[in-house]
């Protein structure tokens, strides 16, 4: 099981959104949509399920505005995609890092975020992590960080795997004309 935040939510149901920027290379990432393609291909044949905190859908349907409803349809269409809630165990998930961070003196773990952003990211990755992900996509920094400290797999965009170069089949639509219906060529 996976999960995904609200960028990787927006890239999945909107394949034409804009393109995040690698940090290595400072520009859009490169193939971004035949990434995402086959990241889907992918999690199909594995029979994947992901799923969607429900910090995280609230944040993607502000951003969806009028289109929020046709997307909320789609996301309950598709078997894949599982919405969780900040239940009683996210919130036992949470308590106990956040005491661990105070106890250690830095409530924030090291992130210079608003503190509100900091209980959001948290409580993304804390619903990830006690519904059974192993894994999580995001390109947001912080909530990378929680999800490598607690345990779980960080995975941005600029990390997902390039397919091979589609290539057009040249004879494609054309007729042979050297091969009449299954005879040998006459050279």
Request: aromatic share 6%; no cysteine; glycine share 4%.
């Given at each position: ?146 999800a490598i400290r607690i345990g779980l797999e960080a995975i941005s ?31």
């Amino acid at each position: 099981m996976v999960a995904i935040d609200s960028n990787f939510l927006s890239l999945l149901l909107h394949p034409k959104a804009r393109a995040p920027i690698d940090p290595g290379t400072k520009n859009p990432i490169h193939r971004l949509s035949d990434r995402i393609e086959k990241l889907i291909e992918d999690w199909e044949n594995d029979q994947e399920r992901i799923i969607i905190p429900t910090p995280v859908l609230s944040e993607f349907l502000v951003l969806a505005g009028s289109e929020a409803s046709a997307y909320l349809d789609e996301i309950n269409v598709r078997r894949m995609f599982l919405v969780k809630p900040f239940d009683a165990m996210a919130a036992i998930e949470l308590a106990a890092v956040e005491v661990e961070d105070r106890q250690a003196g830095d409530k924030r773990a090291g992130v210079s975020a608003p503190w509100q952003k900091v209980r959001f990211d948290r409580q993304i990755v804390a619903i990830a992590k006690s519904n059974g992900a192993t894994r999580i996509y995001s390109d947001d920094k912080n909530v990378r960080t929680f999800a490598i400290r607690i345990g779980l797999e960080a995975i941005s965009t600029w990390e997902l795997p390039q397919p091979a170069a589609k290539q057009a089949n040249m004879f494609e639509g054309q007729e042979s004309h050297d091969v009449d219906q299954g005879k040998p060529e006459n050279h």
